[in-house]
Each structure stands twice: as structure tokens, then as C-alpha cells.
Nanobody, 126 residues
């Protein structure tokens, strides 16, 4: 019922910045928790950042804290991930995800999400 499409991935040099966007359709996601996950080759998918419905709280993984920022624009039904000071270890496929409605806390586990985007590749060169 919800479709998510990521964009903004690409190739950047270490220390550079990139902004990922995830546009949603099918439902208005104002009260949905939203998240960004990433998966590097041979590694498990991990939650990078999450934001609660109604923009009440956010979570950022320790590995990206201070460098990445999740935000949402309810009017545009879009969630963003601003990535600064990128490192080679940030290289991965990044996925956005959405929970069901009325989630007012940040969700950090895959189990907490019902909808997923197709992923966008982020490659950081050393």
C-alpha cells in the first residue's frame, strides 16, 4: 500500500557529502516512523537512522552520529538522510523504510518496518 523510492546515491570521495531522498506514495506518512538502513557486501543490514512519526524524536547509529542527519518533510511525504564527512566504510546500499501508522517513537529494528524502498548505492572512495 506504500511505495518508497530512494534517490541521491552515487560515488563520492572520502570526506564528501551526499543527500539521500526517499519519496513515498500510496499513503500519507505523517504518523509513520521512518528509517534508513544500509547493507554492505557480506554484512548484515543495519539501521543507520530513524525518525518517529510527527517528527518527535530521532535516532542515529553511533557509527554515523555527528555525520549523518535524518529528517522528514511531511508536506512532501519524503524522508532525507544528509550524509557528511563520508568514510569508505559507509559504502553500502541504503534503503529507506516505513512503519505502519501512529508510530510516535523511532524504530531501529527491521521488524518494526512494513515497507521498504528498492535501495540506492552509495560508494565512498578512499
Amino acid at each position: 500500500q506504500v511505495q518508497l523510492v530512494e534517490s541521491g546515491g552515487g560515488l563520492v570521495q572520502a570526506g564528501g557529502s551526499l543527500r539521500l531522498s526517499c519519496a513515498a506514495s500510496g499513503r500519507t506518512l505523517t504518523t509513520y516512523a521512518l528509517g534508513w538502513f544500509r547493507q554492505a557486501p557480506g554484512k548484515e543490514r543495519e539501521c543507520v537512522a530513524a525518525i518517529a512519526g510527527m517528527m518527535q524524536s530521532t535516532y542515529h547509529a553511533n557509527s554515523v552520529k555527528g555525520r549523518f542527519t535524518i529528517s522528514r518533510d511531511s508536506a512532501k511525504n519524503t524522508v532525507y538522510l544528509q550524509m557528511n564527512s563520508l568514510k569508505a566504510e559507509d559504502t553500502a546500499v541504503y534503503y529507506c523504510a516505513a512503519s505502519g501508522p501512529f508510530k510516535y517513537t523511532a524504530v531501529v529494528t527491521e521488524r518494526g518496518y512494513d515497507y521498504w524502498g528498492q535501495g540506492t548505492q552509495v560508494t565512498v572512495s578512499s
